[in-house]
């Protein structure tokens, strides 16, 4: 398998498109961001105080040149996930591999935000379904990580149902040193 940060793979099922962002997506990923009912679902622990609230274009212009810069910095991985009934970004998923001196040292952290009429047990099985399992050897971990608030029923119901398990241990932000919670578990299968 190619390097992620020399090759974005792409990945598909009948209903969803992943694929890296582009700056084409920023009308897209505005109704994404600008979305209030949404923003409670998007993490953003140890993110420099960002909390993805991205009301104007020129607000998600400017995430979108920083999410191309981190690529290129290969900080994290960020994919636009298109709808293809739509034809349309519905979300994004943020990946990385994570160091760090805490229970979470080695493992790849996916952040899935999407428009809230997406926040549905279905929609968030599916899209798992396409990046959980190249996820592992993406980003050379055993352990993938993903916070899901109390709040999120539908979204707590999908990560269980696809195999996810909530974890008490704490996430130690690798800058502010703060101990974020809601934190859910997925590891690799061993054949």
């Keep these: 398998m190619e390097n992620v940060y020399s090759v974005c793979p792409t990945f598909e099922d009948a209903s969803y ?3 890296f962002v582009t ?3 920023a009308k897209d990923l505005l109704e994404v961001y600008s979305d209030k009912r949404a923003l409670p679902f998007f993490n953003s622990d140890n993110c420099h105080g960002d909390n993805f609230y991205y009301p104007t274009k020129e ?3 400017k995430a979108i040149d920083f999410w191309l ?5 290969k ?4 994919w636009a996930i ?3 009934k739509l034809s349309k ?6 990946l990385f591999h994570r160091e760090a001196e805490d229970d979470f040292n080695h493992v790849g952290v996916i952040r899935l935000d999407l428009r809230s009429d997406y926040e549905n047990v279905e929609a968030i099985k599916e899209i798992l379904s396409l990046i ?9 971990c055993d352990e993938i990580i993903s916070k899901v608030p109390l709040y999120a029923i539908d979204r707590a119901q999908a990560f269980l149902e696809y195999g996810f398990k909530k974890s008490d241990k704490l996430m130690v932000g690798t800058m502010d040193h703060y101990a974020y919670k809601d934190y859910w578990t997925i590891h690799r299968e061993r054949g």
């Design 75 to 78: 900080f994290f991985v960020r």
């Design 23 to 25: 700056e084409e997506d």
């Design 82 to 84: 298109i709808d293809k």
């Design 69 to 73: 810069y981190s690529y290129n910095e």
């Design 89 to 94: 970004a519905i979300g994004t998923i943020e």
């Design 17 to 19: 498109f992943l694929r």
């Design 132 to 140: 959980i399992p190249p996820a592992f050897d993406l980003f050379e």
């Design 59 to 61: 607000a998600m212009e």
